[in-house]
């Protein structure tokens, strides 16, 4: 690649990755794209959403999720999540639907897979689109199908924290050829695909959302290793829940059926702080992270708190006083989210590459967690007072 001269876009490597991405996630087609914000707001524009419209997402998700939104100028309804696998909750999102609603945005967040059999039925019945953020989730199936070739558009992210890396990135899957169509024009300055044989096609206003050659030769490396990982993070993720099913107040994420292949980003352990005879869940995290010499987090706080959710703070959002109104996020009320960021610690995906026999050390530290419970109640009052 470096010795090619050909560093930009639309190079042998990026198709090549286009289509054995396409083919993992078991899609028609797939776009290479600067990162994983700009795939979710270009998706949105192929499908022509704007002023005016209503877009359901969850509340309990990465920001740039709600900010591609609200930066196609149309309104995101922030709907509550399902405390078994802290994905969008399909009775909330039903719930949410108006004369105004165009989409919905379903991600599969942490290491669980919205219910898409419910969401595609919803979506069905109301006309509504949908777009799958599968940032999470590369490599995951929903009965035999890749996420991402679920709902009429998915979008990924290859930035340096996913199970699949270039550093930066983005990808978008489609099985629709006029929304392939579509979505290469946005992404490259509004210009014809060249090998498009679309006889309807017009110039569109677009930018430069553009990946790169050196992306492409990255990613297709992390390809060759990308099998491999996935069939050991699920294996870790099956030791994990059988040693986990039987232990007090533990929960772990609830796995469908439907889930025939899972990826994840990070392992999620529910933790009940009434079983733990009150002790606060941050309290619990950092002494399951001292336990395990590793610096584990809480989820992303719910979007109606987030300090990075801010779309008052830009001039360009303030386009009535009623959509400033609609976009503000503290006017949703989002209780099982809220509880989520609290009672949830995220195991990384990478310690899920490490044998099964040092993931031993998760449980145990657990067990000695409760073992030592009057000592960690006593330890946690200093910090509460």
Not at 312 to 334: G, M
Request: hydrophobic share 40%.
């Amino acid at each position: 690649m470096l010795a090619s001269g050909q560093w930009a876009f639309d190079g042998p490597l990026e198709q090549e990755f286009e289509t054995r991405f396409a083919e993992l996630q078991t899609a028609r087609f797939g776009l290479c794209v600067a990162n994983g914000t700009v795939a979710i707001q270009l998706a949105l524009e192929a499908l022509d959403v704007g002023f005016g419209d209503e877009v359901v997402v969850p509340g309990f998700t990465w920001q740039a999720t709600v900010a591609a939104v609200i930066d196609v100028n149309a309104t995101p309804v922030l709907v509550d999540v399902e405390p078994e696998t802290y994905c969008i909750d399909p009775e909330a999102v039903e719930a949410a639907v108006t004369d105004r609603t165009r989409a919905v945005i379903v991600v599969h967040l942490y290491d669980g897979i919205t219910d898409m059999d419910r969401i595609l039925e919803i979506a069905s019945r109301h006309n509504l689109a949908v777009i799958e953020d599968c940032a999470h989730s590369h490599g995951s199936r929903w009965n035999g199908r890749g996420v991402g070739s679920l709902g009429d558009l998915g979008t990924f992210s290859f930035q340096s924290s996913k199970s699949l890396t270039a550093g930066e990135g983005g990808f978008v899957t489609t099985n629709s050829e006029a929304l392939r169509e579509q979505m290469y024009s946005l992404r490259n300055c509004g210009r014809r695909r060249p090998q498009s044989l679309d006889s309807q096609w017009r110039p569109i206003q677009s930018g430069n959302y553009r990946s790169t050659e050196w992306q492409a030769a990255v990613l297709l490396a992390q390809l060759e290793a990308f099998p491999e990982q996935l069939a050991a993070r699920e294996r870790n993720v099956r030791y994990l829940d059988g040693a986990l099913a039987e232990m007090p107040g533990i929960r772990t994420t609830l796995r469908r059926p439907q889930v025939i292949t899972q990826g994840l980003y990070g392992y999620i352990i529910r933790y009940d702080e009434v079983e733990f005879g009150g002790l606060p869940g941050a309290a619990f995290r950092e002494a399951l992270s001292a336990e395990l010499g590793l610096g584990l987090l809480a989820p992303y706080e719910p979007l109606n708190a987030s300090p990075l959710l801010q779309p008052l703070t830009k001039r360009r959002h303030h386009l009535s006083d009623d959509y400033v109104r609609r976009i503000d996020p503290a006017r949703y009320s989002l209780p099982v989210a809220q509880r989520a960021w609290t009672e949830a610690t995220v195991l990384p995906h990478e310690l899920l590459l490490l044998p099964s026999s040092d993931l031993e050390l998760v449980p145990a530290a657990l067990m000695r967690l409760r073992d030592h419970l009057p000592a960690l109640l006593d330890w946690q009052k200093p910090s509460a007072a």
